[in-house]
Structure formats: C-alpha cells, structure tokens
C-alpha cells in the first residue's frame, strides 16, 4: 500500500530563499513502528504536492506543500510521519491505518 505524506512549510522569516529548500529531505513514514520504503519520483505525481526543485525563490510569508510517498504494509495497524531538522530530534504525527 502506498501512504503519501503532505506536509506544509511556510517561510516565516528572514530574506527570500534563493536555493532550492531541503525541508522535505526530513520526512520519513512509519508502518507499525518500522520505516517504510520510499518511492522515489512517485510524490510529485500526488495532487496538491509541489515538486521542491521547482521552488527556486521562496519569499517571506509563502507557503508550499512538500510530499513523500511510502511503501507500507496493507495490514499496518498504526502511521506514522517523522519529520525533523538534520541531527534534530522528530516531530510525529500518528494516524490509525483504515
């Protein structure tokens, strides 16, 4: 089973960021507390997600919606979504699956 991830990141402070953003590098999707795996290219296809190399001026106050999907077990009882900063620790959020 596929398990996509949304997440909305808003630029709140400081300059315009000029180079492409790395925030969704920190996403990661959990199926009964083992990492799923990663479908790599398959989140740009997912509606409402924003390619994050296509984001090349990120200015104060704008917001984008960054997607990774997952490969899970149909069967999970519980999801999980990790994200966190490099070397920082996760913000989680859980989801009962079905």
């Known amino acids: 089973m596929q398990?996509?991830?949304h997440l909305k990141h808003t630029h709140k402070s400081g300059p315009a960021l000029t180079d492409g953003s790395d925030v969704h590098d920190g996403t990661t999707?959990?199926?009964d507390g083992q990492r799923g795996t990663v479908l790599i290219g398959?989140?740009?296809?997912?509606?409402g997600c924003?390619?994050?190399?296509d984001?090349?001026?990120?200015?104060?106050?704008?917001?984008?919606v960054f997607c990774e999907t997952y490969?899970?077990?149909a069967n999970a009882e519980s999801v999980e979504v990790h994200?966190?900063?490099?070397d920082g620790?996760?913000?989680i959020w859980k989801f009962p699956n079905g």
């Open 29 to 31: 999707v959990f199926a």
């Open 71 to 73: 490969a899970i077990p």
């Open 42 to 47: 398959a989140s740009e296809d997912a509606a």
């Open 83 to 86: 994200w966190a900063e490099e």
């Open 50 to 53: 924003e390619d994050p190399y």
């Open 3 to 5: 398990a996509v991830a």
């Open 55 to 64: 984001v090349d001026s990120w200015k104060q106050g704008e917001s984008h």
């Open 89 to 91: 620790e996760p913000y």
